[in-house]
């Protein structure tokens, strides 16, 4: 049945091993999240960290962010004779990763630093996914297509995906003005039922990759990638709760009414 919607595993030991690895490192991080050992950025920096070789958030996300928009960019040097959908999904890729960019420059208010070694392994996470996402895509050039095409139905997903997560990042900067840096309560849209709305719609964004490229590495890693970040909205929410006195409790941490 999951072979009507995906194109068939292409005979590359690399991308079959990388499937496996991308959901479980993925799956696994968003366990370590439940059992509290965080991904040290944003305020869970503060765990350890005076043992961490540390640079300052900014720095520290474009580090993460750059290769794997590099990566997207590239690939159209690199395959010019691909398919639509192959363009579909490094227009998508390279529309993501620049977009968090802008946001670290231009719309994120940070207060705290980055342990050094979690931004190497971010930056190389991301780099090592999106350009194996690419590859996947690349050698699945002369398959025959899936039964059912969910491109479009993914290009949607992606539009609603990267739009709602602006927003809501748009939303969190709100919340300080120039010079503070102590976090608050968000409000506003979604942040009023749930905790990490913008991790919501991150999730959307990676099943609309997932959707547009219909390779199994593609919907490996949309599925790690919901595991992970599942675990950090738990992680958030928890961390809300112990700061401040007044957190309301219906706010869930990822679906609203439901987790």
């Known amino acids: 049945m999951f072979l009507r919607f995906v194109f068939p595993p292409p005979p590359s030991l690399l991308v079959t091993a990388m499937s496996v690895v991308s959901f479980a ?3 696994n991080a968003g366990l370590s999240e439940l059992r509290g050992k965080h991904m ?3 305020k869970f920096w ?3 960290s005076g043992r961490k070789y540390k640079v300052d958030s900014r720095t520290g996300m474009v580090v993460c962010y750059t290769p794997a928009f590099l990566a997207g960019v590239a690939s159209f040097a690199l395959f010019p004779d691909e398919s639509f959908r192959f363009l ?6 390279s529309i993501h990763f620049f977009k968090r960019i802008f946001e670290v420059l231009f719309v994120h208010k940070y207060s705290g630093g ?3 070694d979690a931004a190497i392994v971010i930056s190389l996470s991301y780099f090592i996914s999106t350009a194996t996402m690419i590859y996947a895509q690349h050698l699945s050039r002369d398959f025959p297509e899936p039964l059912m095409d969910l491109k479009y139905p993914g290009i949607a997903l992606f539009l609603v995906g990267i739009l709602g997560n602006l927003y809501h990042h748009c939303q969190l900067s709100k919340l300080r003005s120039k010079g503070e840096r102590e976090y608050k309560i968000p409000k506003g ?3 009023n039922l749930v905790v990490c709305p913008h991790y ?7 099943i609309g990759f997932s959707f547009i490229s219909q390779t199994v590495y593609a919907f490996s890693l949309a599925t790690g990638t919901a595991l992970y970040l599942m675990g950090r909205s738990y992680s958030t929410r928890r961390w809300y709760v112990s700061k401040f006195e007044n957190f309301p409790n219906n706010v869930k941490a990822l679906i ?4």
């Not at 919501?200 to 990676?206: M, N, R, V, W």
């Open 256 to 259: 609203p009414y439901i987790l």
């Open 25 to 27: 490192s993925m799956a």
């Open 114 to 116: 980055m342990a050094l």
């Open 189 to 191: 849209g979604l942040f």
């Open 200 to 206: 919501l719609f991150e999730i959307l964004g990676f």
């Open 46 to 48: 503060e765990v350890k």
């Open 40 to 42: 040290e950025y944003s």
């Open 88 to 93: 579909l999904l490094t227009s998508a890729l």
